[in-house]
């Protein structure tokens, strides 16, 4: 957008450093100051209504990032519009350092350093939770760490005052980084400080480990992991972690927020403590409510914890050339029966008697003798229907309208739902002539399908003359309901947007 030497307002220049979502960000010099700043301009990807909410979404970054004061938040110098190009920019404080991306690059950090930088960041979010914002964007490339050590925490550019009532997004909108999100974020249900405790101890997850605690091929897998699934306990994949390392790291990834640490204070407390060779003082579950589940590695976890007061003692040391190397997790307490077994126990028995008669129906024929082959069952909104209960009892599909504008001559429009392809039709514009001269086309389309109900990725491309637009968005389509899709393709630049309606 702009080379060195030149002007945006009264800052200089020097060099492009950075591109993102939101913008492309220069550092640049102040002159009035004689300082160095971070730069971030935003660069315009639409046109009209959706410009506008873009350049909203810009200043409430700006206006959230001002109002917090932390040494370990990036601090913001100024905002303004450029008076030349309409521009708009915001001046932050100019970090030299590297990001815990670039960290992790380099192979799985020692616990001592990763709970020392959690506890940092923790004290930060702890700090903007107070203030009502909540972070929603917790990942390895938005944390610099200095090279006094020092961590700072950038771009609460999709953070949200919890006070405020204007929305940032539409409703069901998928927002935040999905390796790192949190179940209830990814489910676009109500977050609070808890969703960025998540994220966090994910974070750490993958410091320690090397490798990301929810990573899958595809976007709705990993969306399907951090809703559904535990990642595989730490010990296995680091030889010799502090069973308190995990125990903390356990709580920090429960997948309901009530199982979770209350505030980003007592996560980093928990770090501190371990880092100064003490038991961590919440692993006893005292501020912790138990919600009754299916155990998983990482939940049963949670269960001993949650069962006494008393912090746990901290395991005593190997003896003089032991190893202190584990190999899985401890295994949950036995626990009582409960009268809800023969609950299940009878309605196992029913779906067996029910798969017993199946077999023996008589296939259903329409005209021409051809037998039609079983439709697989969608996955439902909550949860997952397997084996014989997808079957019996198949949940109703979403549906997905998708309003398509465009101003080609002709060209195809393709709509894939994670990856199948679920629509494909041949467009056509009518001639519009303008200011005597000059002509150009129009057109639209309407299109309903139905789509599994859950989380899915959309994917929209069109095709004419030589050229190709795709562009991606992840809906949560619940089960009977219609999510409308708006999709349009611009007239000079020719790039395609898509917004949920």
């Known amino acids: 957008m702009a080379g060195p030497g030149s002007r945006i307002g009264r800052y200089e220049i020097l060099r492009e ?10 550092e640049a010099r102040d002159p009035e100051l004689d300082r160095s700043v971070a730069l971030k301009v935003i660069r315009p990807v639409a046109e009209g209504d959706a410009l506008r909410a873009f350049e909203e979404r810009f200043l409430a970054e700006a206006r959230i990032a001002a109002a917090l004061h932390h040494p370990g938040i990036v601090v913001v110098h100024d905002l303004g519009r450029d008076p030349a190009t309409g521009a708009l920019f915001i001046a932050l404080e100019l970090l030299r350092g590297r990001t815990l991306a670039d960290l992790a690059r380099g192979g799985p950090l020692d616990w001592r350093t990763t709970l020392g930088l959690v506890a940092q960041v923790a004290r930060a979010l702890h700090h903007a939770h107070r203030g009502g914002v909540v972070h929603r964007d917790i990942k390895p490339a938005n944390v610099v760490v200095l090279d006094s050590g020092e961590a700072k925490v950038m ?25 790192y999100t949190a179940p209830e974020q990814a489910k676009t249900e109500e977050v609070d400080g808890r969703a960025d405790v998540f994220s966090l101890a994910s974070v750490a997850y993958t410091l320690l480990t090397g490798r990301a605690a929810f990573q899958a091929p595809t976007l709705p897998g990993i969306v399907h992991r951090v809703v559904y699934e535990d990642p595989d306990p730490p010990s296995r994949l680091v030889p010799g972690l502090p069973a308190d390392v995990e125990r903390v790291l356990a ?5 309901d927020p009530a199982r979770r640490y209350p505030t980003a204070e007592a996560f980093a407390e928990d770090a501190e403590d371990l880092l100064a060779g003490q038991p961590p003082r919440h692993a006893g579950g005292d501020d912790l ?8 590695p990482l939940t049963a976890l949670l269960a001993d914890a949650s069962s006494t007061s008393a912090p746990l003692p901290r395991p005593s040391p190997p003896p003089a050339g032991a190893s202190d190397t584990r190999t899985a997790l401890p295994p949950p307490r036995p626990r009582s029966n409960r009268p809800w077994i023969l609950g299940l126990v009878a309605v196992a028995l029913g779906l067996v008697a029910l798969l017993l008669w199946a077999p023996w129906r008589a296939p259903e024929r329409v005209p021409g003798g051809h037998v039609p082959e ?20 198949p949940p109703e599909p979403g549906r997905l309208r998708i309003d ?3 101003p080609l001559r002709s060209g195809t429009l393709r709509v894939f739902v994670d990856d199948d392809l679920a629509l494909e039709e041949h467009l056509s514009g009518r001639q519009k002539t303008m200011a005597l001269v000059f002509k150009k086309h129009e057109g639209s389309s309407r299109n309903d399908l139905e789509v599994p109900a859950g989380l899915h990725e959309v994917r929209v491309e069109v095709r004419w003359d030589d050229n190709v637009k795709s562009q991606t968005i992840v809906g949560n389509f619940r089960p009977g309901a219609t999510r409308r899709l708006e999709a349009s393709l611009g007239l000079i630049r020719r790039d395609l947007s898509l917004e949920w309606k």
């Open 404 to 406: 398509f504008a465009h």
């Open 251 to 255: 709580r920090g990834l429960a997948k």
């Open 155 to 179: 771009d609460f550019g999709i953070a949200r005052l919890e006070s405020a009532r204007q929305r940032l997004t539409t409703t069901g909108e998928f927002i935040g980084t999905p390796l």
């Open 374 to 393: 079983p439709t697989p069952a969608p996955i439902a909104a909550g949860g997952s229907l397997a084996g014989p209960l997808a079957s019996l009892f």
């Open 289 to 296: 409510v138990v919600v009754e589940e299916a155990e998983s």
């Open 17 to 26: 450093i950075g591109r993102g979502a939101m913008g492309v960000v220069y």
